[in-house]
């Protein structure tokens, strides 16, 4: 994988990183893995069910990772500021 697409390789410190198709949270976990112990860094995760929020937010409660839910179809992002993300991730919802 080239590095340029690795998270892991980036400093995430002061970093938004935004998930579109949370789905069931098994990426959005993945990333917040990435997240803890990174100083300001956040999560913002989005999804067109919010059915599993409240149980991932519980997940994460502990973590020190900023981590914020918005239902919201992926072509209908008008809720997240212009310039706010450093990051995008979007695994398996193109597919």
Known sequence: MDPIYDLSTRDLSG???LEVGSG???????L?????????ARL??????????SR????FAGSGVQVYFI??????LICVPDGSIH???CNYTLC
């Open 87 to 89: 990051y995008l991730v």
């Open 44 to 53: 913002v995760a989005t999804d067109v069910a919010d059915d599993h929020f």
């Open 71 to 76: 239902r919201r179809e992926s072509q209908s």
């Open 15 to 17: 970093k938004t990183v």
């Open 24 to 30: 069931r949270g098994d990426t959005t976990r993945e």
């Open 32 to 40: 917040v893995g990435l997240l803890a112990g990174k100083p300001g």
């Open 56 to 59: 991932l937010s519980g997940e």
